[in-house]
């Protein structure tokens, strides 16, 4: 039996970060985009790497985690990060239309989430896991340019919301293991670092208002562990290609997920 290295199921919880959007900047390569994607990861690892301590092997811990990890920059995790660390040199802040694009563009990847799962039998253990966000940010959507601001005129979806819908429509077509990736790092990022986020423009665009795209009825750290489990029960049945695969799949999330946070970011620096 394989000991249970320090459990991070938080590693990918940096799929939509932005810790510090109003004083970090990025230049305009899928390197640094990568950067913003990870920065608040070690801060969220270390919330949750004392979860289920005697587990026997972990798929997501004991092979997603080394790979991971070391795309951190050395400031995100001085010890396991191999990244040069950033040096924020940006005081730009997105504004509630900037803040309205990315939840625009969000809801349609985690609409096609759904959608693909739905309608794949080999996923159906994934329906219905309470960590859906379509819904929430449907009504989210609804209630910022109806109530709070109906000046806000919601606008079509983006270029990174579009080109991320089509990717996972085509990458689970390909592979199950790689499609696999993108849904555990969107998922799970959101409970961490996409909290994060919104805490920020909630206090930066809504009077402190929480989104119901932060907010999950019931306890999300059980849908997390159940999820959690449901994924490395279906690693069980993977081939070394395939979970190989999996991991390597992990730089097309941070460069998908950069696009979509490239909302909030300087426009002169995306």
Known sequence: MIKKRQFYHSTYKLSILLSSLSTSSFHNNDRNRKSQFLSAASETTRNTDQLNK???YSFI???????AMALHTKDQAPKEGQQPAKKPVSSWQP??????QFLTDSLLVYETLEEIVNNYDELSVFRNTGLERAQALREDLDYISNTYDPSIQLPET????KEYSLFLKNIVKESIPKFMCHYYNHYFAHTAGGRMIGKKMSALLLEKQTLKFY?????????????????????VGWNAEER???VEETMACFKFGGSLNSYLRDPMLR
């Open 54 to 56: 005697d587990n026997e």
């Open 61 to 67: 811990r004991d092979e997603l985690r080394t790979y």
């Open 95 to 100: 504004g509630l239309s900037d803040y309205v």
């Open 158 to 161: 983006g270029n990174a919301g």
């Open 215 to 235: 907010q999950w009825s019931g306890d999300v750290k059980q849908y997390l562990d159940e999820t959690k489990t449901k994924i490395d029960s279906m690693a």
């Open 244 to 246: 190989k695969a999996c």
